[in-house]
């Protein structure tokens, strides 16, 4: 079998647009409601209402399907506040973090593209640049709050942002503590005197 093209390689237009987007929401439910492992590639498109033979020709393997998802996810993301304050910026980017995590079908879908990324190397890939993608659309907060005098010179925004979502994960996948806007704003809060202090 012919290597399955990169995900995202080629922006489709038209009916292959379709096909996609009939496929990667398939396979989104798949995930939210069997996980990675029901992740089964003539079932996706069966329920997409495709080519068995096409679902196989480009995505290949349900690592690949899953990456594909997760480079639309981040295309498709909302953009990063622009407040002119970054404590408001950053308190922004955790409750959206927060409201995406508890969200009813994103919340196990993403749940479930971390489980995959601990047992596929492409998943696991596609879900570094996902987060990659996501801190550097938010790291511009970070930026104009340096070049405003809010936060001081040689401040690392990837980390800052980082930083935000960090204790909100944690909460998700190891502590169970409640995620709601009071976590998302302790934890901007807890990001923000750090940055202040110099320590990222």
């Not at 399955?4 to 939210?32: C, S, W, Y």
């Not at 639309?72 to 950053?90: C, F, K, N, Y």
């Not at 690392?156 to 998700?172: E, F, G, K, M």
């Amino acid at each position: 079998m012919a290597a399955a093209p990169q995900p995202g390689a080629v922006r489709p237009g038209g009916r292959t647009a379709r096909v996609r987007e009939a496929v990667l929401q398939a396979a989104g439910d798949t995930l939210a409601d069997k996980g990675f492992e029901g992740l089964d590639l003539g079932d996706i498109a069966r329920v997409a209402g495709v080519g068995k033979t096409t679902v196989y020709r480009r995505w290949g393997t349900p690592g690949a399907l899953a990456a594909d998802l997760l480079q639309d996810m981040a295309e498709s993301s909302l953009p990063r506040a622009r407040t002119g304050s970054v404590a408001e910026d950053l308190r922004d980017n955790a409750r959206l973090v927060v409201r995406t995590l508890t969200d009813p079908r994103q919340g196990r879908l993403f749940r479930a593209l971390i489980a995959a990324s601990l047992c596929d190397e492409q998943a696991a890939r596609a879900l570094h640049r996902f987060y990659a993608v996501r801190i550097e659309e938010w790291s511009g907060c970070v930026t104009d709050a340096i070049e405003r005098g809010e936060l001081p010179p040689g401040t690392d925004p990837r980390r800052v942002i980082a930083a935000v979502s960090a204790p909100l994960y944690y909460a998700l996948l190891n502590t169970g503590e409640a995620l709601d806007e009071a976590a998302a704003d302790r934890a901007a809060a807890a990001a923000l005197a750090a940055a202040r202090a110099g320590a990222i």
